[in-house]
Nanobody
Framework: QVQLVESGGGLVQAGGSLRLSCAAS????????MGWFRQAPGKEREFVAA????????YYADSVRGRFTISRDNAKNTVYLQMNSLKPEDTAVYYC???????????????????WGQGTQVTVSS
């Protein structure tokens, strides 16, 4: 099992920035990629960004491309989400997730991930 702990959420004004962190522990060798998702009240959980541990290939939702940047520190087993130019519609609980080897679901979908963090709240005021 992989355990994930997110941090870095908070309250920020529109146009501001936040950086989320996700620290992975446990059987991290079984994880090949990490993703960030978010869920606003009354809405489904949606894909935000993903990155492969090896090679660093990245994927972004259209709604955040150009504003958010996902990165990883393999030595620390940590993934980051730098969020700039935040908008009120970015308000949500943000979750990080780990994708295991042999998971064949598309990387932008929730079934592509086998372990989830507890989430961290991001609130953007207008």
């Amino acid at each position: 099992q992989v355990q994930l702990v997110e941090s870095g959420g908070g309250l920020v004004q529109a146009g501001g920035s936040l950086r989320l962190s996700c620290a992975a522990s446990g059987r991290t060798f079984s994880s090949i990629a990490m993703g960030w998702f978010r869920q606003a009240p009354g809405k489904e959980r949606e894909f935000v960004a993903a990155i492969h541990w090896s090679g660093g290939s990245t994927y972004y939702a259209d709604s955040v491309r150009g504003r958010f940047t996902i990165s990883r520190d393999n030595a620390k087993n940590t993934v980051y989400l730098q969020m700039n130019s935040l908008k009120p519609e970015d308000t949500a609980v943000y979750y990080c997730a780990a994708r295991r080897i042999f998971n064949v679901h598309p990387i932008t979908t929730t079934p592509a991930y086998d372990a989830w963090g507890q989430g961290t709240q991001v609130t953007v005021s207008s």
